[in-house]
């Protein structure tokens, strides 16, 4: 049997070059603040994978994405063994354009601190009078770039996305810009509209395009998981302060209510962590993870 090693490691995900393609590996690693801590958390890396899925799935009559497969049975034999099950993604290679697209459907988080600052998210003029986790009147897009592990990604402008891909790419910095932002909106507004039937408001979230071998824009990485977005309870929304979530949020209040933490979790916080993840997975598909 082949063995393979990762050629890349983010802090959550593995990837594996098989040749023609790829296998994205969606490890139980949580990282808060941009560090990977100590503890797993089980069953994490299933649900990132299997909700993507069921996005791509949803998704790709608004554009193609990289996902071939998620079962082991389409992957080298490698990837069939317990630790890799329900965890990969067969995808197809791209190469991944240098910008995160953030598009932020609420008020929260930076984007609060920002606006509460001088009105502005992103160096986009907001109404005034916005109250904590309010709903925009239309989804705003606010790029970023991609930063190393260890380093923090930075906000950029439309107009600054625009000349850092004309710098990579000749000619297409407008066009890509442009792209990448119409699609992160258009795949934002239907997924936000179908989880709002599911009682999850989707508050913000972040996709990432890269080029197939035609030069089409394809969408890659992971889609609308709790590590990529912010879920919030649709019953009990109320704006003025900051919501409960289904996302890592219990870790991250623990460790900031807890320095000195040396960065690992407790017992009961990673329980309800992994409890938080599998609630919104369930409502959102409308299944138990299998």
């Known amino acids: 049997m082949q063995e393979f090693k ?7 995900r593995e990837i594996y070059d098989i040749g023609e393609s790829l296998v994205i590996v969606a490890t139980d690693r949580i990282s808060c603040f941009d560090v990977i801590l100590n503890n797993k ?3 994490k890396g299933a649900v990132l994978t299997q909700m993507s899925k069921f996005w791509f799935d949803m998704t790709k009559d608004i554009l193609p994405n990289h996902m071939i497969s998620v079962d082991v ?3 080298p034999e490698f990837f069939r063994s ?9 995808c197809k290679k791209l190469e991944m354009l240098p910008v995160e697209c953030i598009v932020r459907g609420y008020i929260t988080g930076s984007g609060w601190a920002s606006y509460k600052e001088n009105g502005t998210v992103c160096g986009i003029r907001l109404p005034e009078g916005l109250k904590e986790s309010d709903k925009l009147a239309e ?5 970023s770039t991609k930063a190393e592990i ?7 402008s439309f107009e600054q996305s625009v000349a850092y891909l004309e710098e990579r790419y000749p000619g297409k910095g407008a066009e890509y810009a442009e792209k990448m932002r119409d699609y992160t909106v258009a795949l934002y507004k239907k ?11 989707i508050a913000d979230t972040k996709f990432e395009f890269g080029l197939d071998e035609e030069g089409n824009i394809v969408l890659g990485d992971e889609m609308l998981t709790p590590d990529s977005s912010r879920f919030w309870p649709a019953a009990g929304y ?3 302060h900051g919501q409960p979530s289904f996302d890592k949020q219990f870790a991250r209040d623990w460790l900031r209510a807890n320095p000195g933490n040396d960065w690992t979790l407790p017992q009961d916080i990673l329980e309800k962590t992994i409890a938080k993840y599998l609630q919104g997975y369930e409502l959102l598909t409308g299944k138990p993870l299998e």
């Open 41 to 43: 958390v089980e069953k």
């Open 139 to 143: 989804p705003i897009y606010t790029p």
């Open 82 to 90: 317990g630790q890799f099950q329900g965890k990969s993604m067969l």
């Open 238 to 240: 109320e704006p003025g």
């Open 6 to 12: 990762p050629v890349k490691e983010g802090k959550v």
């Open 191 to 201: 997924c936000a509209e179908y989880a709002l039937t599911r009682g999850i408001i």
């Open 150 to 156: 260890g380093d923090h990604d930075e906000n950029i």
């Open 73 to 75: 049975n389409d992957m």
